[in-house]
């Protein structure tokens, strides 16, 4: 079983409001990522992290921040939300670069 | 640029075997992974593949050509709840995942 965690599993929230996405894993692993998938597409990543005060942006422009302060904990935040941010938010971990990935159960935002 | 390939869906039967096929075009290669995700469901690892050859894993199996930039992924006696999406994803040479869209497989009975 995998010990990746994300919270909440659903949000509806308003246009300009300002979200925090959690994710939390207890493997201990150095590398988390975020992904952002709409229905039927691919993974794209939005932001990872080699671990503690290590951040990185990915391929997919975003309005959004992430910070690594515990190994454990990998939290977004979308300081102002538009409709266009409505998608799944998948949090991953991995102990390294030729280790699998695990994914927490997802995030799925909508904002009106 | 960076591409992953694989077909959009295919459908196949219950009890039978089905191979999906996914052909890399990266910066280096470090490995390449298969993931299953159900719908609505988060990416579950299925298989990984860094040397040529075959890697088999009771029904599912792994097949890696570097030379090709091809791999397939064999699922054997399907059952209904094989009905997902695949996954096929290369780490390049900086040791990213360039994922692929994925390929629907509809199982019927």
């Known amino acids: 079983e995998a010990d990746i965690y994300q919270t909440p599993r659903y949000l509806v929230i308003g246009t300009g409001k300002k979200i925090t996405l959690e994710c939390s894993q207890t493997m201990g692993h150095d590398k988390m990522y975020w992904y952002q998938q709409d229905p039927g597409m691919e993974l794209h990543l939005i932001h990872y992290s080699y671990g503690v005060n290590s951040t990185e942006k990915g391929d997919l422009s975003s309005e959004s921040t992430v910070s690594r302060i515990r190994t454990e904990h990998f939290p977004l935040t979308l300081e102002s939300a538009r409709p266009s941010h409505t998608s799944q938010y998948l949090c991953?971990?991995?102990?390294?670069?030729?280790?699998?990935?695990?994914f927490g159960q997802g995030t799925r935002l909508t904002v009106v | 640029g960076q591409n992953i390939d694989q077909p959009t869906e295919m459908t196949a039967t219950e009890g039978a075997i089905v191979q999906i096929n996914c052909t890399y075009q990266t910066s280096g290669f470090n490995g390449l992974f298969w993931y299953q995700q159900h719908a609505g469901e988060a990416p579950t690892f299925l298989s990984y593949n860094v040397l040529d050859g075959l890697e088999e894993k009771g029904r599912f199996s792994s097949f890696l050509s570097r030379s090709k930039g091809y791999s397939y992924l064999l699922l054997k006696e399907l059952q209904m709840k094989d009905s997902a999406s695949y996954l096929c994803a290369v780490t390049d040479s900086n040791y990213q995942l360039i994922w692929g869209a994925g390929t629907k497989l509809i199982i019927k009975p």
């Open positions: 991953a971990s991995s102990a390294g670069d030729r280790t699998e990935a695990f």
